[in-house]
Each structure stands twice: as C-alpha cells, then as structure tokens.
C-alpha cells in the first residue's frame, strides 16, 4: 500500500476561485522532488474557517489515512488566520520544535517572519504541518523541517518515507553540549531520513577515564527525541 499525504490548501480566495491554488501546488511539486517512489495525495482547497479546517484535518488523518498532512496559508496574525489554532485542537501533541525551525530559516530572508505562528502536532498516526501562504516561503520553510519528517513518522508508527538526492539538507552542528552531554551528528548519506546520533558523557576533572567510552545509541536515542 502507497503512503498518502494530504496536502491542504487554506485560503478563502483560492476556495471560492478569485484566484488560483498556487499554494498547495508548489507544496504538491515540492513533495514530488524530495521524495523517493510513489505516495498518494489527498488534495483540498478550504476557506480560512476554523471549522471547516478542523473537519478536514480530521477525515485526512482518520478516515483517508494520511500519514502526513501539510497546510498552506493561514498562519498570520490577521482575524481570519486560524490554520494553528485549528492544528492544536485536532492534535494530541504539538511539535514547537518545527514551528520554531521554520521561524528561524524564514528570519534569514525577512523581518517579518516573527508574525508567523505555523505549528506541527500529531493525531494518532498521522504528522501534521503548518506552511506558509506563500510559494518562496513554502520551500524554505519545508526544506528546513523535511529532514525530521521521515523519522518522526518512524516514531509514531506511520510509512517509512525515503527522500531523494535533491532534497538539500543542511549540515547541523557537527556537536553541541546541554546537560553534560556531548551530542555527536554523523550523516551517513544524504538522503537518509535522518542523522543518525552517538552520545559520550561530558567528563569531568574528577571522572575515570572508563567513563569517557561511548555510551550505548540507546542512549542517544533518548537524547534526540
């Protein structure tokens, strides 16, 4: 069975046709160009109505099946812009950390990216996305989060999903520190799901030298998630 991904559309021009559905469809090329074998799609264009959006997001996850649904459009602070708050109450657990990537990549490019509230969440089996209304953000901010879909999926018990070799993914840090730990990321090859992550404990003046070896990946695991 192909995987399936919803892609959403929110927009009250483009649903009543004032104009045409740009959005969702450079999400939709988008999808095509980094991923790897076929999927299929779940295609809406939906107004700015909380309702309406909650509706739809329900029947992608729990009736069509999608592993994946991504919305386009939405996420401003005008009076009509309610995809987050839509997102928030169909999910069981938000993912702050996507929102907060995407922020930061768009912050590269304008000023105004701070106005932006997209926000990721999980409903049973299925990841959902908040993007951007328009075309150029669309790309940065998905480009910046795709490398963290795939393996999330793995977690929550969805389809594994294989990227291509056009999907650029920047390097992280070679290493950070938090909480003693030293975090080392090794890229195997490009297009895997995700960096693959070892942990070492920080040691300390006082620390044996045995308790400097590597630490099974278990461990990391629960470092990374």
């Not at 700015?48 to 069509?64: G, P, S």
């Not at 404990?201 to 990374?224: E, W």
């Amino acid at each position: 069975m192909l995987p399936k991904i919803g892609v959403l559309n929110i927009s009250d021009r483009a649903s009543a046709g004032v104009y045409e559905d740009i959005p969702g469809q450079a999400c939709l090329a988008l999808l095509r160009e980094w991923l790897a074998g076929s999927f299929e799609t779940d295609y809406r264009v939906v107004p700015d109505e909380q309702a309406v959006i909650e509706a739809e997001m329900r029947r992608m996850a729990d009736t069509a099946g999608c592993c994946l649904v991504i919305t386009t459009g939405g996420t401003g602070p005008a009076p009509r812009d309610v995809t987050p708050e839509a997102t928030a109450a169909v999910c069981a657990k938000i993912l702050p950390g996507f929102g907060e990537l995407m922020r930061a990549a768009s912050l590269r490019h304008v000023p105004t990216a701070i106005l932006s509230r997209q926000v990721a969440g999980i409903r049973g089996k299925t990841l959902i996305v908040n993007l951007p209304g328009r075309p150029k953000a669309i790309r940065e901010n998905l480009e910046a989060v795709f490398p963290a879909i795939p393996y999330c999926l793995d977690l929550i018990g969805g389809p594994h999903l294989e990227t291509t070799p056009a999907m650029k993914v920047s390097s992280p840090p070679r290493c950070w520190r938090a909480s003693g730990w030293t975090v080392i990321v090794h890229r195997s090859r490009r297009n895997a799901p995700m960096p693959e992550y070892s942990a070492t404990q920080k040691p300390s003046p006082s620390t044996p030298s045995s308790a400097r070896n590597r630490y099974p990946r278990s461990h990391a695991g629960s470092c990374a998630t």
